[in-house]
């Protein structure tokens, strides 16, 4: 996992990553100086569960990815079964070339998930 | 990366996109469309970018590579621009320059090339409308004094620069209406109608402006100048903080918004989405007024779950020290979500899957933009 966020880390404008489990336990982090993992999944992880209900209210399905820009930052964040993918990047990036890079390392990490849980 | 590393990535690109052309994948076309950028080869990028267009027509990761390439085209055109004028330095060759970089949304870039030239050649009207066209873009956003002084300044000069040009004058009436210096605003419509009677957006404002005159008729008693208005509308303009006097209790600029029926409606049937939802947060900054909606039968009631969807939008990211939020995308198996926040309204669509996101969410900050600045 810690390889993962780093290779994310190593894209451009990707400030930092972290990966939680999806009741907000910090599994793997790399967010830099400026944020703190802990708090962040704190508030990712009541964002994203508050996100999900709403989502299945309004039929979406399950959900696949959850981007949230602001003035300052982006979140991207993305569920792999039990686990939760954040990634914070420029709010200016280019998003579709982000979303691109990120979708490579969240494969893998589903790939290693089901690895760690057999069926 | 040395030769034989550039040379090994190329035969693996090269073999790749072998494979793709016996069996096609959306990520697998992803991967070499970027190896081949990365290579800068850019006639090979386009080529199986144009080979993943003819598989995966509506493939979202093809059309994100669509917007890459054109960005990188845009890339290329600042460097050609840069060239041009390093060799033949022009108004021209600058205009293009700061065009490029606007292109990029790199606009402080363009600023600086503005400048530049207009140092370097004096006064030139389509520089200065631009410098003043983008701080009163900032202006709308930031709401600043120092913003609207600033593009106040740029389009002064622009009009004294080609007093025969229409732009700098209307630009200037749309920032006076902003302010809410109603006078002003009308004095500089009337330059521009002078000029162009056609100018349909002055118009437009015009007709606004007369509609505000009527409404405020009563208790009216003359106009502050431009610097105390526009300071009166920074000191109002924390839409979020309910303690703070609104704009439109400050009377500056028209709010609350009006229920935008025809913009929601014209919003749904240009992104085929199956609902979309105009309303204002909880805790609204704009006067607060049902949500307003136009939705397929028996989604109606998911309205409210969007305000909801807003309002976590809005806590998470202040919480996260993100500053205010803009966009909250959440991308489903079977349909997607978009919501779209400014100035403590929101915008929120419905789509399928198979719909474009992107340009779903383009289209919607568009129709709140236009819904806001009204």
Known sequence: ????????????????ALIMTGDGVVAASDLGGSLDADSVAALASASVLRAMKSATELGLGRIRRLTLT???????????????????????????????????????MIAMSRLDHPM | MGLLSLSKERFRLGRLRKSLEKEPLPHGIAECVLGYLTLGDHAAAQEVLEFGRSVFPDAQEIRRLGARMSSVDAERRVREAKERVRSAPSMAAYLDLADAFRSLQRDDSSVATLEESIRRFGDQCSALVQLGAMRLERYRDSLKASD???????????????ADAVKPHYLLAELFA?????????????RTLALAPE???????????????????????????FETLASRVEIARSFGDADRTSRADEGSITMPLQAPTAEVARLRETTGASCVVFGAQSRPSVESHDLVTECEDGLRERSV??????????????????????????EGEDSSCILELKRGAFMGVLVGSDHDVEGSAVATRDALERVVRA
């Open chain 1, 1 to 16: 996992m810690k390889r993962i966020i780093q290779s994310l880390k190593e894209r451009v404008g990707v400030k930092g």
């Open chain 2, 199 to 225: 100018h349909d957006r002055a118009r437009r404002l015009l007709r606004d402006l007369d509609h505000q005159k009527v409404e405020r008729a009563e208790g009216n008693t003359g106009e502050p100048d």
């Open chain 2, 148 to 162: 609207a002084l600033a593009a106040k300044a740029w389009l002064d000069r622009a009009a004294a620069a080609d």
């Open chain 2, 305 to 330: 779950v969007m305000r909801e969807l807003a309002d976590l939008c809005d806590r998470a990211a202040r919480g996260m020290d993100l500053g205010a939020p803009a966009r909250l995308v959440v």
């Open chain 1, 70 to 108: 602001a003035a300052f930052g982006r979140f991207v964040f993305v569920p792999l079964d039990e686990l939760v993918l954040v990634v914070v990047t420029e709010p200016q990036l280019d998003l579709d070339l982000t979303l691109l890079e990120i979708a490579g390392p969240a494969r893998q």
């Open chain 2, 178 to 190: 902003l302010v809410g210096a109603r006078d002003a605003a009308r004095g500089c419509i009337e």
